[in-house]
C-alpha cells in the first residue's frame, strides 16, 4: 500500500476534471442552443459554418436590396401614373380645342389649363425622388440592383426622362397647331404608358428574385442549422450522466484519500502489540 504517491486519489481526480469540463461545454451548448461555440469545438465545423454564416448574411443583404429596388421602382410607377393622368387630360384638352363650337375666350381657358398641366408634368419629373435619387428626370437610366451575394448578380434597370420636354409637351400649342400638337400628345401617352408597362415588368422579375432569395436563404439556413445548432435531447442526457459520474468520481476522490488512514491505522496497531 502507497503512501507518498495515491495514484487512485489521482486518477480519480482525473476523472473529476474530465467530467468538469465536459459539462461545462454541455452547458455552454445549452444554454446558447449552439454546438460550435468556438474553433476548438470544432475546428472542420467552425471554418464551414462561418462561411455559411458570411454567405447567409450577404444573401439577407441582397434580399434588402430587391425590396428597396420594388420600393422604388413602385414609386416611379405611382408617379408616372399621374403623369398619365395629366397626359390624358391634356389631350382631352386638344380634341376639345379643335371643335369650333368652342369660343375663343373657352380655347384660351383650355391653352391655360394645358400649360399648368405640362408645367406639372415638369415638376413630377424633376421632383421624384427614392431616397434622395431623382428617378423620372433622365438620371437614372443605368441602375444596378444587387440581388446575389456574389458580384455580378445584378438586376439592371433603365428609366427614361419623363420630363415635359423629353416627351414633347413643352410649349405645347393645343389652339392654334391643334392637329400637331394631338400628335405630340399621343406620342407622349405611348411613352408613359410605355414606361408604366415597363415598370410592372420590373416590379414582377424582381419579385420573382426576393422568392427565389427568400427559398435560397431558408435552405441555406436550415443546413447551417443542422451544423452548428445544438441537439438538446443529447445534450440533456450527457449532462445528467456527466452530473452523476462527477458526483461519483468526488466519492472516489473522498475514499481514494482515506487509504492513507488505514496506514497511519495500521502502524498504530503494530505499535500497541510492540508495548
Do not use: C
Amino acid at each position: 500500500m502507497d503512501v507518498n504517491t495515491n495514484i487512485s486519489a489521482q486518477r480519480a481526480s482525473g476523472y473529476v476534471a474530465k467530467n468538469e469540463r465536459v459539462t461545462t461545454e454541455v452547458m455552454q451548448r445549452l444554454s446558447t442552443g449552439i454546438k460550435i461555440n468556438s474553433a476548438v469545438d470544432d475546428p472542420a465545423g467552425w471554418t464551414i459554418s462561418s462561411k455559411m454564416t458570411s454567405t447567409l448574411i450577404s444573401m439577407k443583404q441582397a434580399l434588402r436590396n430587391a425590396y428597396d429596388g420594388i420600393s422604388m421602382l413602385e414609386t416611379a410607377s405611382g408617379a408616372t401614373t399621374e403623369m398619365g393622368n395629366m397626359v390624358q387630360r391634356v389631350r382631352q384638352l386638344t380634341l376639345q380645342g379643335i371643335s369650333d363650337s368652342s369660343t375663343p375666350a373657352q380655347r384660351a381657358m383650355m391653352q391655360n389649363e394645358a400649360d399648368e398641366l405640362i408645367a406639372e408634368i415638369e415638376n413630377i419629373a424633376k421632383d421624384t425622388q427614392f431616397n434622395n435619387r431623382n428617378l423620372l428626370d433622365g438620371s437614372s437610366e443605368n441602375l444596378r440592383i444587387q440581388t446575389g451575394d456574389v458580384a455580378g448578380q445584378t438586376f439592371n434597370i433603365s428609366i427614361a426622362s419623363l420630363s415635359a420636354e423629353n416627351l414633347q409637351l413643352k410649349g405645347l400649342d393645343i389652339i392654334t397647331n391643334s392637329s400637331e400638337a394631338l400628335s405630340k400628345v399621343d406620342a407622349a401617352v405611348s411613352q408613359v404608358v410605355g414606361a408604366q408597362a415597363q415598370f410592372g415588368v420590373h416590379v414582377a422579375l424582381l419579385t420573382q428574385a426576393v422568392e427565389s432569395l427568400l427559398n435560397s436563404s431558408l435552405s441555406f439556413e436550415a443546413a447551417r442549422g443542422r451544423i452548428i445548432d445544438a441537439n438538446y435531447a443529447h445534450d440533456t442526457t450527457t449532462l445528467a450522466s456527466k452530473t452523476i459520474m462527477g458526483q461519483a468520481a468526488m466519492a472516489m476522490v473522498s475514499q481514494a484519500n482515506q487509504q492513507p488512514k488505514a496506514v497511519h491505522h495500521l502502524l498504530k496497531v503494530e505499535s500497541n502489540k510492540s508495548l
